[in-house]
């Protein structure tokens, strides 16, 4: 009955929230992590906005439970982007694995005025083509294009030792349980290529396609999943 009542005044919220936009209003979500079905952890994401015009999509990983015993990894990412009604342009990738005190760090810095993309892990300069981002402002940018209707999309994503192009297409709607309830979702998944790692992501519309569960195959075969657990609107 609990999780009826705080599924219903969730959709509820979203309703009367829905005209602010969640991608200019913005929003706090928590996913449970799993790795090849081990829980790991939890990673918080939220975007805010600072001036001028600039919106901030963090992400905190963290060890929960059992796991927590045999790793002491914290990952934070930090997206830097502008957020306009037609585009989504990353300006700052930050990335720091905090480990036992030990600090590993990667910036992917995107300068659109020079059209260049500068990795600090590679140390190296190239060209920076429209449709390029990061691994958090993608996720964001998925939902910008679900929203016109698109159903099939190609990025090209900046990590620490690539930057390739990723096609992604609508699979089928389905409904998938969660631990805030029941969802309609709208599923989509990038092409499956030898030396790539495979998105799928589950969108909902009725939070204006937030990816409520995420998977990420990697080219060992390694399943890495998120799947929502909290979700908050911005005030």
């Known amino acids: 009955m609990i999780k009826i009542i705080s599924l ?10 829905s005209h602010a936009d ?7 979500v928590e996913y449970d992590v799993e790795y090849n079905g081990f829980g790991l952890g939890v990673s918080k994401r939220s975007l805010s906005f600072a001036p001028p015009q600039t919106a901030i999509y963090k992400s905190t990983t963290t060890p929960e439970g059992f796991a927590a015993l045999l790793i002491s990894e914290t990952v934070t990412e930090t997206s830097n982007i502008h957020i306009s009604r037609n585009k989504i342009k990353p300006s700052l990738y930050r990335l720091v694995k905090n480990k036992k005190g030990n600090i590993e760090q990667l910036q992917i810095d995107f300068n659109w005025k020079a059209t260049e993309l500068n990795n600090s892990y590679l140390k190296t300069t190239e060209a920076l083509q429209n449709n390029t981002y990061d691994l958090l402002s993608f ?3 998925i939902m910008q294009d679900l929203q016109k209707n698109k159903t099939s999309m190609q990025y ?3 990590t620490k030792k690539h930057t390739r192009d990723y096609n992604l297409k609508v699979i089928k709607k389905e ?3 969660t631990g805030l309830g029941e969802f309609e979702v709208i599923k989509l998944q990038s092409d499956l290529t030898e030396g790539k790692s495979q998105f799928t992501f589950w969108a909902a519309p009725a939070l204006e396609y937030l990816p ?4 990420k195959v990697n080219d060992k075969g390694d399943v890495f999943s998120f799947i929502i657990r ?4 911005q005030k």
């Open 212 to 215: 409520i569960k995420i998977e």
């Open 156 to 158: 090209r994503i900046a």
């Open 175 to 177: 409904t998938i349980d």
């Open 230 to 233: 909290a979700f908050t609107v």
């Open 8 to 17: 219903l005044f969730l959709l509820f919220s979203v309703i009367n929230t």
């Open 139 to 141: 996720q964001l940018k």
């Open 22 to 28: 969640l991608l200019q209003s913005g929003f706090k």
